[in-house]
């Protein structure tokens, strides 16, 4: 098994939708723990996950907790977090202000790169 490979989650689902918040942030940091490149990118509703706010609202029963401490275990453990610019302003999110510390506005072109240099991509 390749240990130094580079992974991207792509996550499109938001905090509407609770269950499925948490799996890209702990495979991410999982990844990040064995030596791997790992980021996950926010598309579409995904990008509510990383609203200033928003994740302090969500929580699943044990084992999983609370979001924002599965997003704050991810970020120390080097995971980068990729926002799309189009589908934070469709939704009305402010680019400056509007998302946590350490998120990154990235497009299309920037995605499709990604997508392509790395070795395994999963979707959320």
């Given at each position: 098994?390749?240990?130094?490979g580079k992974y991207l989650y792509v996550q499109t689902s938001g905090v509407e939708t609770?269950?499925?918040?948490?799996?890209?942030?702990?495979l991410s940091a999982a990844a990040r723990a064995r030596g791997m490149d790992?980021?996950?990118?926010?598309?579409?509703?995904?990008?509510?996950?990383l609203q200033r706010g928003q994740a302090d609202k969500v929580e699943l029963p044990q084992p999983f907790g609370?979001?924002?401490?599965?997003?704050?275990q991810a970020a120390a453990a080097g995971v980068s977090f990729l926002v799309c610019e189009e589908s934070?302003?469709?939704?009305?999110i402010d680019l400056q202000d509007g998302f946590i510390d350490g998120a990154k506005m990235i497009g299309a072109c920037t995605l499709n790169a990604l997508v392509g240099e790395s070795d395994a991509v999963m979707y959320f």
């Open positions: 098994m390749n240990e130094k609770p269950e499925r918040t948490y799996a890209p942030f702990i790992a980021s996950v990118f926010f598309g579409i509703k995904g990008v509510t996950i609370s979001l924002k401490a599965a997003i704050e934070a302003r469709m939704l009305g």
